[in-house]
């Protein structure tokens, strides 16, 4: 059974920064693609940055490039967002996503539909 769990979220000034962690049970990221999401008040859910199983690609929002990254740490089953320059428009509830190691480790994309879905941590940032 996949669990994903967020934490790391909270509220912050523009131009401050925050590392989001998803701690993932179930998941064998040689095998599964990992990625943030997030959704704004009003707005849809888009994808943020996204890690191809096994961790040799890497994917982003135009909008967050250059501030943020994405990674992840096999030995403690957790990926991470470094989130650095916030900006105001960047607030929204974040939320971890896997996809399910049955699609292939092809399979990663931010506009590719995920399996997992975490419960979401809000990140603020105030201008």
């Known amino acids: 059974q996949v669990r994903l769990v967020e934490s790391g979220g909270g509220s912050v000034q523009a131009g401050g920064s925050l590392r989001l962690s998803c701690a993932a049970s179930?998941?064998?990221?040689?095998?599964?693609?990992m990625g943030w999401f997030r959704q704004a008040p009003g707005k849809e859910r888009e994808g943020v940055a996204v890690?191809?199983?096994?961790?040799?690609?890497?994917y982003y929002a135009d909008s967050v490039k250059g501030r943020f990254t994405i990674s992840q740490d096999n030995a403690e089953n957790t990926v991470y967002l470094q989130m650095n320059s916030l900006k105001a428009e960047d607030t929204a509830m974040y939320y971890c996503?896997?996809?399910?190691?049955?699609?292939?480790?092809?399979?990663?994309?931010?506009?590719?539909?995920?399996?997992?879905w975490g419960k979401g941590t809000l990140v603020t940032i105030s201008s």
């Open positions: 179930g998941v064998t990221y040689s095998r599964n693609c």
């Open positions: 996503a896997a996809a399910g190691a049955a699609r292939g480790s092809w399979y990663c994309g931010l506009h590719y539909g995920m399996d997992y």
């Open positions: 890690i191809s199983a096994g961790g040799g690609r890497t």
